[in-house]
C-alpha cells in the first residue's frame, strides 16, 4: 500500500483478477478523498470519491472503502484489465470552511497488469 | 470540447532562462492549481488561485511565479532561481464548490 511521505508501492496482477490498492492519511481532520489513475506521460484522471461520512462507495468495476478509526483507504478494482495498468494514487482534503479543497496527495502505487 | 489544455507538451530550455507553461481551461472553472511531478513521486502543489487576481503559495512555490488575469488562464513562469527545475508539470482546475480537480494533459520541462 502506499502512504504520504513513502516510496511508491507496486503491484502486480493477473488480468481478471481483482486489486486492492491501499492508502494511509494523517490527517484526521480530512474529510474528502479521492482516488486517481494515471498513465504514463499523462494527467490524472478521476476514479471515485468519497466523503469522511461515508464507508464505503461503489462505481463501476471500483469500490472505494474507508476506515477512518485506522486513517485508511483502499481502492478496489474487480476484474483487472490490462488497461488498468497505471499509477493510482489517493487524495485527501480539509477544506476547514474554505470553498475548494486543497489536495494532498499521496506517493502513488504502480499496478502492473498480466494477460 | 471542454477541458484543460497545456501547452507545450515537451519543452527545453537552457538553464538560467525564465520559462513560462500555459494553461487554459474553458470549462469555467473558478480554482486553478499547479502541480509539479517528478518521477516516481506524487503531485507536489506549487501555486493555487480560487479567484481571478487572486493567488496563493502551495507547499513547493519557491523559484516559481504565477498569474491569473483571466479565469481560463493560469500561466506558471519558471525562474532561473528554481534550483532543480527539470519535472512534469500538471495543471487542474476545479469547479465551485467542489474538490474534484480535473486535471490537463501535462508539460515536460528539461532544462540543461
Known amino acids: 500500500g502506499e502512504s504520504v511521505g513513502l516510496h511508491l508501492p507496486t503491484l502486480s496482477v493477473q488480468e481478471g483478477d481483482n486489486s486492492i490498492i491501499n492508502c494511509a492519511y494523517s490527517?484526521?481532520?480530512?474529510?474528502?478523498f479521492i482516488w486517481y489513475k494515471q498513465e504514463s506521460g499523462k494527467g490524472p484522471q478521476f476514479i471515485i470519491d468519497?466523503?469522511?461520512?461515508?464507508d464505503k462507495r461503489q462505481g463501476q468495476r471500483v469500490t472505494v472503502l474507508l476506515n477512518k478509526t485506522v486513517k485508511h483507504l483502499s481502492l478496489q478494482i474487480a476484474a483487472t484489465q490490462p488497461g488498468d495498468s497505471a499509477v493510482y494514487f489517493c487524495a485527501e482534503s480539509n477544506a476547514g470552511g474554505t470553498s475548494y479543497g486543497k489536495l494532498t496527495f499521496g506517493q502513488g502505487t504502480i499496478l502492473t497488469v498480466h494477460p | 470540447d471542454g477541458g484543460i489544455t497545456q501547452s507545450p507538451k515537451y519543452l527545453f530550455r537552457k538553464e538560467g532562462q525564465n520559462v513560462t507553461l500555459s494553461c487554459e481551461q474553458n470549462l469555467n472553472h473558478d480554482a486553478m492549481y499547479w502541480y509539479r511531478q517528478d518521477p516516481g513521486q506524487g503531485l507536489r502543489l506549487i501555486y493555487y488561485?480560487?479567484?481571478?487576481?487572486?493567488?496563493q503559495k502551495g507547499d513547493i512555490a519557491e523559484g516559481y511565479s504565477v498569474s491569473r488575469e483571466k479565469k481560463e488562464s493560469f500561466p506558471l513562469t519558471v525562474t532561473s532561481a528554481q534550483k532543480n527545475p527539470t519535472a512534469f508539470y500538471l495543471c487542474a482546475s476545479t469547479p465551485g464548490g467542489s474538490y474534484e480537480q480535473y486535471f490537463g494533459p501535462g508539460t515536460r520541462l528539461t532544462v540543461t
Open positions: 488561485s480560487q479567484i481571478v487576481n487572486d493567488f
Open positions: 490527517n484526521s481532520a480530512s474529510d474528502y
Open positions: 468519497i466523503r469522511s461520512n461515508m
